[in-house]
C-alpha cells in the first residue's frame, strides 16, 4: 500500500515553505504568490507545526473582514486547529482526511510535530494519475502484447 513517504519521494525534494505567526498577511501572500503555492505552514521558533495559512484564510478573515493585510498578523488569521499526517500514512488515508476535512493541504510532521513536508490535493491526484496509466500500459501490454 502506498504511503505519502511514497508521494513525497515522487514530489521531489522541494523546499517546506513555512512563515512566523508574527509575519502579516501581506508578507504571506506574497511569498505564496512568488511561489505560486496556495498555502504556508505556520512554525514555532523549534520548526513544529503551529498553523496553516491558506488562501481560504486570506479570502475568509482578512479581506471579506475588509482588514488591512498590513496590519493584521498571520498568527491571528491562520488556521489553528490543523490536520496533519506521517511519512507513514497511506496515500488513502490522507485523501481521506483531506475529503472529510474538506481541505487541500496536508502537512506531514513527524512524532515531535516536526515539519517533513507538506502534500495537496493536486500531488495526490498527480501520484494516482500516474499509477492509473502505469496499470493502463501493464493491462494493455497483457491484453495485447508488446508493441
Request: negative net charge; charged residues 25%.
Amino acid at each position: 500500500m502506498p504511503t505519502v513517504s511514497d508521494l513525497l519521494a515522487d514530489k521531489g525534494s522541494e523546499e517546506v515553505l513555512s512563515i512566523s505567526r508574527d509575519a502579516s498577511v501581506l508578507e504571506a501572500a506574497k511569498l505564496m504568490n512568488q511561489h505560486k503555492i496556495g498555502a504556508l505552514v505556520v512554525t514555532d521558533q523549534a520548526g513544529k507545526v503551529d498553523g496553516i495559512f491558506t488562501e481560504r484564510d486570506v479570502m475568509r478573515r482578512v479581506v471579506a473582514e475588509q482588514k488591512d493585510p498590513t496590519a493584521v498578523t498571520v498568527g491571528s488569521v491562520m488556521t489553528k486547529e490543523v490536520a496533519c499526517c506521517g511519512t507513514d500514512t497511506s496515500v488513502d488515508d490522507a485523501r481521506s482526511v483531506m475529503k472529510t476535512r474538506r481541505i487541500r493541504h496536508l502537512p506531514v510532521v513527524g512524532q515531535d510535530r516536526q515539519l517533513h513536508g507538506i502534500i495537496s490535493i493536486g500531488d495526490l491526484n498527480a501520484y494516482h494519475t500516474n499509477n492509473q496509466e502505469v496499470e493502463i500500459k501493464f493491462l494493455q501490454e497483457y491484453l495485447y502484447g508488446r508493441t
